[in-house]
């Protein structure tokens, strides 16, 4: 099974920053767009963050203004880049890749890496 390989979470305090990556193997084809989904305890997972191949961005309203997502298509890597971290923004951090083809869609995710806002 093809698993994306995330890093860069950890233990932060509130206002400090974070920059979370992931990279998908170069085996994945046709990726249309990368993102960024989380889940905090006992909270069903949310989407966070989108970047198509064309490099258009979108954020959940949550994260807009402190968060950047940003891609290397040469890599196959997105990166979520977090200033600002409150408390609120601790949880399971998930990167997912879309893929879509003339006939077919997929989607990816990766392991999930731990992100914990506390003082």
């Known amino acids: 099974q093809v698993r994306l390989v995330e890093s860069g979470g950890g233990l932060v305090q509130p206002g400090g920053s974070l920059r979370l990556s992931c990279a998908a193997p170069g085996s994945i084809f046709d990726i249309n767009s990368m993102g960024w989904y989380r889940q905090a305890p006992g909270k069903q997972r949310e989407w966070v963050a989108r970047i198509t191949t064309g490099g258009t961005t979108n954020y959940a309203d949550s994260v807009k203004g402190r968060f950047t997502i940003s891609r290397d298509n040469a890599k196959n890597t997105v990166y979520l880049q977090m200033n600002s971290l409150k408390p609120e923004d601790t949880a399971v951090y998930y990167c997912?890749?879309?893929?879509?083809?003339?006939?077919?869609?997929?989607?990816?995710w990766g392991q999930g890496t731990q992100v914990t806002v506390s003082s």
């Open positions: 997912k890749v879309h893929t879509l083809s003339w006939d077919t869609s997929d989607d990816y």
